[in-house]
Structures are given as C-alpha cells and as structure tokens.
T-cell receptor, first 112, second 115 residues
Framework: AQSVTQPDIHITVSEGASLELRCNYS??????LFWYVQSPGQGLQLLLK??????LVQGIKGFEAEFKRSQSSFNLRKPSVHWSDAAEYFC??????????FGAGTRLTVKP | EAQVTQNPRYLITVTGKKLTVTCSQN?????MSWYRQDPGLGLRQIYY???????DKGDVPEGYKVSRKEKRNFPLILESPSPNQTSLYFC??????????????FGPGTRLTVL
C-alpha cells in the first residue's frame, strides 16, 4: 500500500546535539518529497523539498535532507539543534497520480 | 504580507450546531484545500478546490461541506458537528494544482472542540 512512514513519534535531543528524523515512503515511482515544520500554535512551514538531481537538499534554518532511492527514505538532519527547533516535523510526498500525503509527524523536544 | 488566514483560531461548540470556519488567501492562488490533523494520523485532506466553483472530496470528506465562490475564500462548513470532528484544522493554498511540487502555504490552524 502507498504510505509515508515516520517511525519516531517523539524524539528528545540535547541542545547542540545532532538530529536525524526518519521518513520512509512506499510509492511505485519516486514522488516529490517534502519536510514541513509546525511550531507550537503555528501552521506548517516548508523546510525543504526534493524533486530530482542532487540527493542532498539544503533547506531553511540549517536543515538538510538526503534522498536515498535504494532505501525509499528521505531523512531530515541538522548538525546542531537549537532550543527553537522544538516543534513537530512532517514528512510529505507528492506522488505522481495522487494528492499530497503526510506522515504522522515526529515531535522534537530539545533539552537544555 | 502573503498569507493564509483562518477564523476563528479556537472554537468550542456543541453537537449539532452548524458552524463555519473561514479561510482566505491573498496570493491569488488557484488551489486551496482543507486538512484535519489528529494525533498519530498526521494531516488528512478533507476537501480541495482547483479553482472557483470547482471542489472535490479528499480522503475524509464525511460531515463537511465547502464552497469556492471567490478565488480568495474557501470556507469549511460543518452542518451538524459531532464529537469525532474535534480536531485541528488547516487551510492551505498553492499557486496551481496538479503542477507537482508546488509549495503549499498553510494557515495558522483552527482548533475545534465539539462537546
């Protein structure tokens, strides 16, 4: 079945530590891929997106994501997390013949 | 400032009392949509509109209505709300639809509680 999976519901990291949020998708053709962030009380903001080409994508706020076709993954990373990064993060896919699908989200807590 | 606005931001109501959540965008976008966000389920699309007077069902349309009489507005109507419609609702817009990869711009959300 076609799906977007974010295996981690909740992640806690210390401020200054590195971060990796996982996203796996299951679609026949490589969809367009997105990461959105939702800060408390806010709407979703686009962090980055991947369509084709270089598999390492740079986004806003110091985030990057790497597309790995062999693993059907699009993991989000940040080298050093700041307290302001505490939020919920959504992976989304825009497949060829369907509307955009969102993962269930990963909530990030940042410890001082 | 380019934005999507929703009103109200918070609403508590009772079962069966009709309500409307408004959504407006000032970016001249053709495509607009409504999502609901529930814990563990992410965002699920309720309805979408490709342009004025063109609307269609998303994944979870039951219990909702929409209209698109003007390009900028896309209200969500709950004719007879029920407790299972308690959720966080987001309106979104993008320049065009079925141009894959268009960024969707989201409103701030409306938290609805139906007692």
């Amino acid at each position: 079945a076609q799906s977007v999976t974010q295996p981690d519901i909740h992640i806690t990291v210390s401020e200054g530590a590195s971060l990796e949020l996982r996203c796996n998708y299951s679609y026949g053709a490589t969809p367009y891929l997105f990461w959105y962030v939702q800060s408390p009380g806010q709407g979703l903001q686009l962090l980055l997106k991947y369509f084709s080409g270089d598999t390492l994508v740079q986004g806003i706020k110091g985030f990057e994501a790497e597309f790995k076709r062999s693993q059907s993954s699009f993991n989000l990373r940040k080298p050093s997390v700041h307290w302001s990064d505490a939020a919920e993060y959504f992976c989304a896919v825009d497949p060829v013949n369907n509307d955009m699908r969102f993962g269930a989200g990963t909530r990030l807590t940042v410890k001082p | 400032e380019a934005q999507v606005t929703q009103n109200p931001r918070y609403l508590i109501t009772v079962t069966g009392k009709k309500l409307t959540v408004t959504c407006s965008q000032n970016m001249n976008h053709e495509y607009m949509s409504w999502y609901r966000q529930d814990p563990g389920l992410g965002l699920r699309q309720i309805y979408y509109s490709m342009n004025v007077e063109v609307t269609d069902k998303g994944d979870v349309p039951e219990g909702y209505k929409v209209s698109r009489k003007e390009k900028r507005n896309f209200p969500l109507i709950l004719e007879s709300p029920s407790p299972n419609q308690t959720s966080l609702y987001f309106c979104a817009s993008s320049p065009q639809r079925r141009r894959r990869g268009d960024t969707q711009y989201f409103g701030p959300g409306t938290r609805l509680t139906v007692l």
